[in-house]
């Protein structure tokens, strides 16, 4: 344990240190995310918080290969190894995406590409456990269940990237429950500690704790594409190196537990159960509508929360909340299945449900002239600190309506015609790219930062 804590910390402090450099490469290169009509940020933020992941990745395997223990087991040194090697491919892929923005088909080239280099390394799900059994693969079918698995990951942590330490978080929280899992069954199991998978998830969770302080809001950077490929690769392969390569039929339930039966199957799913369900009912949704699915919008899981009235930071918290009573206690049931557990679990889940749906800020509904929210329309401007209002739009409010004092300043001025207008003078209005929002411009102090670009 104490070895895979030092990965953790050196993940993390590795990753933190090198978030700074990152950011003025990214702001000097340009790689910055602009205002989009369905972005939830307010003023541009730069990427690249994908590399410094990397370069967290790439020194704390180094050295866990380095260390006594982690170090001795030549399969788990290989692997890493492997891994570390697809994880540069698929965020360098990334990084080309955050600069010139990639076509939805070469991204997902790049994707197969870090997908075969961990296949031909070796770092393939063999076969399937299922309750008292295993469905053996053949090698054609190994590659492409594996393949496809990495793909469905990386794009699911990618579409629920949407706000301020929203992916960083719920990736952490996955990682670090499946971490337990794996060190668990390995000392309830008399099963050797040293593995692929507990390596892959403690570097995962590092990585993702040690971004987490600048991502958080209001964001200072984001980790863009090249942080969430690698971030759902990462998860992808370490469930792949243990659920894959595990035959369910040689464990034995202990204490009432249900790791042979259940755990393998369902825990996975369970660690990325909220990016999976983004990724399902996006592609649903936009297929039901006629759209490729690749075509970004905004119906997803972070955007309906806002438009329910939580604020940001609550909408991040409770999906953390939901992603680890989901991971965490799957685990608790399946390592011991008691009636309390169970009753505990079901419980949270509750209160998960009632948190969602209640609790919103009553104002957020109230609708605005063009029938849109003002929570809404306000999460979406894109206004920046040194442009002041135009000469027609002096005494206009934050929320759009006529403020008395500007109004009767203006008709004063009109009265004494002493106007740009009636002087001769050019009528200036600066103008900001993003500046328009529902047919009229806004005005007032700028928003915080609020969240990385929702890339689809």
């Known amino acids: ?64 290969t380095k260390l006594p223990f982690l170090g001795s087991h030549p399969v788990v040194s290989h692997d890493i190894r492997v891994i570390c090697l697809a994880g540069a491919v698929i965020c360098s892929v990334g990084i080309v995406d955050d600069l010139v923005d990639l076509a939805a088909w070469v991204k997902a080239a790049g994707q197969v590409l870090a997908a075969g280099i961990v296949v031909t390394g070796g770092v393939r799900m063999f076969w399937i456990p299922l309750p008292n059994s295993i469905i053996a693969l053949g090698t054609t079918t190994s590659v492409l269940i594996t393949v496809l698995f ?52 403690a570097v995962t969770a590092g990585i993702c ?9 209001p964001a200072r950077i ?16 370490s469930t792949i190196s243990l659920t894959g390569q595990i035959d369910s039929t040689v464990l034995t339930a ?12 369902v825990l996975p799913l369970m660690v990325i159960a909220l990016p999976l369900a983004d990724l399902v009912m996006g592609y649903v949704r936009r297929t039901w509508r006629g759209n490729w699915f690749f075509v970004a919008d905004k119906q997803h899981i972070h955007h309906r929360l806002l438009r329910r009235g939580h604020s940001h930071v609550r909408a991040v918290l409770l999906m953390y909340l939901w992603t680890a009573v989901l991971s965490f206690g799957t685990v608790w049931i399946g390592l011991e299945a008691r009636w309390w557990s169970v009753t505990t679990v079901c419980a949270l889940l509750a209160s998960c449900i009632v948190l969602t749906i209640v609790g919103t800020r009553k104002h957020s509904a109230a609708p605005t002239p063009t029938g849109t929210s003002r929570t809404d329309e306000c999460q979406h401007d894109a206004l920046a600190h040194d ?29 004494r015609g002493d106007t740009p207008a009636h002087r001769g003078q050019p009528v200036t209005e600066p103008l900001l790219a993003g500046r328009q929002v529902s047919g009229r411009r806004h005005h007032g102090p700028t928003p915080s930062s609020s969240s990385c670009r929702d890339r689809a």
């Open 222 to 237: 984001f980790m863009g594409d090249s942080g969430s490929l690698l971030l759902g690769f990462l998860l992808a392969v």
């Open 150 to 201: 990495i793909v469905v990951c990386a794009n699911a942590v990618n579409f629920v990237d949407g706000l301020d330490g929203l992916a960083s978080g719920v990736v952490a929280l996955g990682a670090l429950a499946f971490f337990g899992y794996t060190y668990l069954l390995a000392h309830e199991q008399d099963l050797a500690v040293a593995t692929t998978a507990s390596l892959t998830t």
């Open 387 to 415: 442009a002041g209002p135009s000469p027609e739009d002096r005494g206009t409010g934050h929320d759009g309506t006529e403020c008395r004092g500007g109004t009767a300043m203006r008709e004063a001025a009109e009265s």
């Open 209 to 217: 704790l040690g971004f987490l302080p600048h991502n958080w809001h």
């Open 254 to 265: 202990q204490d009432g537990g249900l790791v042979p039966a259940y755990l393998p199957i």
């Open 1 to 64: 344990m104490r070895e895979y804590l030092v990965v953790v910390l050196t993940a993390g402090l590795t990753t933190y240190l090198l978030t700074g450099g990152c950011r003025q490469l990214a702001t000097r290169l340009g790689a910055v995310a602009q205002v989009r009509g369905r972005d939830v940020h307010t003023v541009p933020i730069p990427y690249f918080g994908g590399l410094a992941m990397l370069g967290g990745t790439l020194v704390s395997a180094l050295l866990a």
